[in-house]
């Protein structure tokens, strides 16, 4: 808590000092002009049109510091070809019309349009740049920004997150925002019970994780007032770094997809590291209760699977050994279907076992 305070302070303080240096250049230029009078104007008038013009610099520096490396290295390059460009046009009409101020005003009109025209061109076409063609700056921007991982609410208060981050597989910056913070302090405050404790569980997953001298955990303050919706604060978050959105929440993830954003689900990583079952394999069940059809008997796997077994009634409290016959998936998960091993337990006309799987 203290290091985040001490950064948060330090941002602060960074910030104020951008907006002295500002002011500052603000009143230089209207000072300068003010004594020098450029143009023949007064000196008010002067220093006015000299405020206004160190702002509007202000105002394009606040723009150019908001884009990518890709799109400003690109309006670079579309700025000096459109200058070299109109150069060349230049020297056409000088040699084409005579001297005077007409000429002097096309020449002029040509240029800013170049200009104009050659930063907007290379600010469009910057993201198309290709980052192993244009040398190591671009390369190493895209893989630190790839490397990032928006973690949400859900997926921190689930907890498996830390467990996977843990083993290696999982690598790069964890980024947590601040509203997701506010937003577990807000569960954790809860007069619910149930909702309290998870709130707390996800702090205590977060405190585990940044303990992890191995894994690097980022809290930023980057916040969109306009959005209300913290999964929606989430996505514009994710596009802003070009990262990675990690959840367990199935709306999310849908609407991720269809911002463009990509997304890791811990549910599907678990159903993915599920056990496959094949036709003819053999299993050890332990029968803990009995079905919802005649005769069934319900287990379960290590990872939470139910197991329901045909005509396994009379085995409750024991372990029992079944054989998978065949496979079906469905949409909801896989069915798979088999019989009793132990002849003891096997009627005469057995019917198929069903193992379900859920999610």
């Keep these: 808590m203290a290091g985040d305070f001490v950064l948060s302070l330090a941002g602060v303080v960074v910030g104020m000092d951008l907006i002295l240096l500002r002011i500052l250049f603000v009143s ?13 104007v007064s000196a008010p008038l002067a220093a006015g049109g000299g405020a206004l013009a160190s702002a509007a610099v202000i105002v394009f520096e606040l723009r150019v510091r908001a884009l990518t490396l890709r799109p400003l290295i690109g309006a670079v390059i579309g700025s000096v070809l459109g200058i070299v460009g109109a150069s060349l046009f230049c020297l056409v009409l000088r040699s084409a019309l005579p001297a005077g101020a007409t000429t002097a005003a096309i020449q002029v009109f040509v240029l800013l349009v170049m200009t104009y025209v050659g930063l907007l061109v290379g600010t469009s076409k910057g993201e198309l740049l290709n980052p192993a063609a244009l040398g190591v700056i671009f390369s190493g921007e895209k893989s630190q920004r790839r490397s990032f991982k928006v973690l949400d609410t859900s997926v921190i208060i689930d907890g498996r997150i830390a467990d996977v981050a843990e083993t290696g597989f999982m690598d790069g910056v964890f980024v947590i925002p601040e509203f997701v913070l506010r937003e577990l ?35 930023v303050t980057d916040d969109f007032p306009a959005i209300k919706e913290v999964d929606l604060k989430l996505l514009e978050l994710a596009k802003k770094w070009e990262a990675k959105v990690v959840t367990n929440d199935f709306n999310l993830n849908k609407v991720a997809h269809l911002h463009q954003v990509d997304v890791l689900n811990v549910n599907d990583l678990a159903n993915a590291l599920k056990p496959v079952v094949l036709p003819g394999e053999k299993m050890q069940i332990l029968i803990l209760k009995e079905g919802k059809e005649f005769n069934q008997g319900v287990g379960y796997l290590d990872d939470g699977t139910m197991v329901v077994v045909d005509h396994a009634r009379r ?29 003891g337990l096997r009627p005469d006309a057995t019917r198929g076992a069903a193992v379900e799987f859920t999610h």
């Design 28 to 40: 230089l230029v209207a000072a300068v002009c003010f004594f020098l009078k450029p143009f023949g």
């Design 185 to 219: 302090q807000t569960v954790a405050d809860s007069p619910d019970s149930s909702k309290r404790q998870r709130g707390r569980r996800g702090l205590d997953m977060l405190q585990r994780m940044q303990s992890n001298a191995n894994l690097e955990i980022q809290i």
């Design 315 to 343: 085995a409750i409290g024991r372990s029992v050994e079944i054989a998978v016959t065949s496979v079906l998936q469905t949409a909801s998960g896989k069915m798979i279907f088999g019989r009793l091993e132990d002849a």
